[in-house]
């Protein structure tokens, strides 16, 4: 209370300027240091679409995010977000302008951001359960036990409702655990005014009147909530013989008691809270608490963004595996992550994305063969509930099964953005679901008896649904839904469902075009552009018109292997990167090692698809090409040589460390055992030996 009653208290007015140490009592001094502690930790992490000390808002960082949130005395309202979702970047301004806008509510109650799409916070995002982007939670004060937070807030984003979302918020908190630098929000009875009419308070008591709906007097509340020699009360539903004995004409009204006890109307010109709350600040006497020193995000920390890569030219005309691979990654061990188990309806679909890229995905060979090896774990599965740790094993090759390999390395290269907020994950999702499209036409038995043979819709289909299930940008899902709906069943051929996905991708190009999500460096246009494909436009009576045939065999060629450039994929060097790519390597494998040695965990999940999948594991050749094997084996193989393999099945570090612990101590139980039965035979031979006999 402190806060709110600090110039109440002990301070005459106005009030003599003292130090914050005057102000609080030692327990409050201890909290506070602590929350400088804590707040900057929570400040300093670095983000792509907020900047720590450069927006308004708590940039955290995994790690931090626990210790900030656990047992905090202030609420939090945090939005998980991905800066690989174009909404999400066209809502940050929205964010920002909430953030500036309650920043003097902050000690009762903090804005937030996490960036899920930042590798080093998957892990967190996993933990907090978010499905999609961008996700928003709040987080009660003085919580001990782990939560995922609270969702309350609806499709309406407006920072208008999501403050007043965060007062019932603060107003639900339990009075013990209600953060003490939020003052009393709830109303005063209109009868209670009297009582403090001609008294000497020393300090100004504002009292907003107000509808029994209306926000404006708890948001002015908060507004003043750091600020001493005032307090702000609400009266609210007064009825009309009340108002007219204030001479207060119509609410929302502002009735001010001085500190000597006299009193009045205040007219303001507008009814407003902005109007409202400028009027009372500037009340003479009236100045922030010391306690506002508290550091802000604002202003604090102003540290560059350290997310800056060094540029990778590319070819446009091509497709670059490194940005299939590093979005197959982000699907199956970022987005995926968000669900801890897969039942249903997202089973199946993730099965069938499964069959889709084991069948059609034109990958190199150990990604092949871990896809096949998932598919055929997958389909022999008779389990109707498979936990997502059992797939990310999988995916990671916990086994350490020779010639299974995915990147966990993002890398974009066709897909690179001039800022790193941009492009990334969506570009490549785009390039992933059009390969399979043209590879599904160009090679059309590719899927016999997989049970998506039928239908020349199949890819587009299971394309939606794991845009439904998986895909974190819900508009994006909800858009795609509607376009699928209008047009997606009159599709007959292969042939038509590419056309169907390179015209349904122009048409959010068309609608996305001069958002903020769009890269200045890659504006959004109606693709192919004539420099890449001549041939696909034409002009029809000075109208221009596609050449849909040619559209076709472009699409076809742009998306096949042959168009597939390998440059920046793992195991590959390229000139001038040779050292580089090595270094990233044995980093990469290093990380690879430690995780896999945090994570022991018990590989039976692996096993209960039988031994057809152990089989496929035991390094059995797939029909997959042999492009690229030689480099990207070469990483599995460095992977390799941190085990030790037996029986074809792999020991890691740990396994190998725990087996010595075992063997020695097994060998100094032996020995105690030992001298143990040798003290007591000894013993024993003395007692009863008869040296006289
Ligand atoms: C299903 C889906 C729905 C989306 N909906 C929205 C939305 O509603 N609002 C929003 O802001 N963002 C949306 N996005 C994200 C948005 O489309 C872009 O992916 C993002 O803005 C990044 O743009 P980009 O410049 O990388 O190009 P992208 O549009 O992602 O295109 C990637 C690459 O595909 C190729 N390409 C471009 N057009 C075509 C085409 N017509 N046919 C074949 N290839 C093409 C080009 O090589 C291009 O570089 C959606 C993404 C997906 C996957």
Same mark, same amino acid.
């Given at each position: 209370m402190a806060a709110a009653d600090g110039g109440r &208290?002990? +301070? +005459?007015? =106005? &009030?003599p300027r003292r130090g914050w140490r005057t102000l609080l009592p030692p327990p409050l001094l201890l909290l506070l240091l602590l929350l400088l502690l804590l707040l900057s930790c929570a400040s300093p992490g670095r983000s792509r679409l907020y900047q720590a000390g450069v927006d308004p808002v708590w940039v955290l960082r995994a790690g931090m995010v626990r210790q900030v949130l656990r047992d905090s005395p202030s609420a939090w309202l945090v939005q998980f977000y991905s800066s690989s979702c174009g909404h999400c970047v066209s809502f940050a301004p929205t964010w920002r302008a909430l953030a500036g806008d309650v920043h003097e509510w902050d000690p009762a109650i903090r804005v937030g951001v996490l960036d899920c799409g930042d590798e080093e916070n998957y892990g967190t995002c996993k933990e907090y359960g978010i499905p999609y982007y961008p996700t928003f939670r709040y987080f009660r004060a003085f919580t001990r036990q782990f939560t995922t937070g609270e969702s309350r807030l609806g499709a309406d984003r407006e920072p208008q409702t999501v403050r007043q979302t965060m007062i019932d918020f603060l107003q639900n908190h339990s009075r013990e655990a209600? =953060? =003490? &630098?939020? =003052?009393?929000l709830e109303p005063m009875q209109p009868e209670d005014i009297f009582a403090l009419f001609d008294k000497n308070l020393l300090h100004y008591t504002a009292v907003i009147f107000e509808k029994?709906?209306?926000?404006v007097g708890r948001e002015v509340i908060l507004d003043l909530s750091q600020y001493e020699n005032i307090v702000v009360k609400r009266v609210s539903g007064a009825d009309a013989v009340f108002l007219e004995k204030l001479n207060i004409p119509s609410v929302p009204s502002t009735y001010l008691i001085y500190p000597n006890g006299s009193h009045g109307f205040i007219p303001i010109l507008k009814p407003l809270r902005s109007f409202f709350s400028s009027y009372l600040k500037s009340l003479h006497g009236v100045r922030r608490k010391l306690l506002s020193q508290l550091p802000t995000p604002v202003g604090q920390n102003r540290e560059e963004n350290m997310d800056v890569k060094e540029w990778k030219d590319f070819d446009k005309s091509k497709l670059y595996m490194a940005d299939l691979e590093s979005g197959l990654h982000y699907l199956l061990r970022v987005e995926l992550a968000t669900h801890k188990t897969l039942e249903g309806a997202e089973l199946k679909t993730f099965k069938d994305v499964v069959i889709l890229l084991a069948k059609l995905f034109p990958g190199q060979q150990p990604v092949m063969k871990l896809l096949e090896t998932l598919e055929v774990w997958l389909v022999s599965l008779p389990l109707d509930k498979i936990p997502y740790d059992a797939i990310l094993d999988l995916l990671n090759n916990k086994m350490r099964i020779s010639g299974l390999f995915l990147t966990n390395r993002i890398q974009w290269v066709g897909c690179q953005g001039s800022r790193p907020e941009l492009r990334g994950y969506t570009c490549s999702f785009w390039k992933l679901f059009h390969t399979l499209t043209v590879q599904a036409a160009l090679r059309p038995k590719a899927l016999l008896n997989t049970g998506l043979e039928d239908s020349p819709q199949a890819v587009l289909r299971t394309m939606e649904r794991c845009i439904q299930s998986f895909f974190g940008c819900r508009d994006c899902a909800q858009h795609f839904a509607e376009m699928a709906r209008e047009s997606l069943s009159s599709l007959k051929t292969l042939d038509e469902a590419v056309l169907w996905l390179w015209e349904k991708h122009n048409v959010v190009n068309a609608r996305v075009a001069g958002d903020l999500s769009e890269d200045p460096k890659f504006p959004k246009v109606q693709w192919p552009t004539p420099d890449i494909c001549p041939a696909c436009h034409e002009e029809i009576k000075g109208a221009h018109a596609w050449n849909k045939d040619q559209v076709l065999q472009f699409l076809k060629h742009h998306y096949s292997s042959d168009n597939i450039v390998y440059t920046y994929t793992e195991g590959q060097a390229h000139p001038g990167e040779g050292v580089l790519q090595e270094e990233q390597e044995k980093s990469q494998l290093r990380k690879e090692g430690q995780r896999n040695e945090e994570k022991l965990q018990d590989p039976q999940t692996l096993l209960v698809a039988g031994p057809r999948v152990v089989d496929r594991w035991m390094g059995q050749d797939s029909p997959v090409k042999d492009r690229g094997k030689k480099g990207a084996e070469s990483v599995v193989q460095e992977d390799m040589k941190q085990a030790v393999s037996f029986l074809g099945v792999g020991f890691s570090n740990v396994d190998m460390s725990l087996c010595i612990v075992l063997y020695i101590a097994s060998s100094l139980f032996l020995m105690i055992m030992y001298f143990f039965f040798r003290m007591r035979s000894k013993r024993w031979k003395v007692r009863y030996s008869r040296p006289y006999v």
């Open positions: &208290a002990e +301070g +005459g007015f =106005p &009030a209600k =953060p =003490p &630098a939020c =003052p009393p029994t709906d209306s926000y």
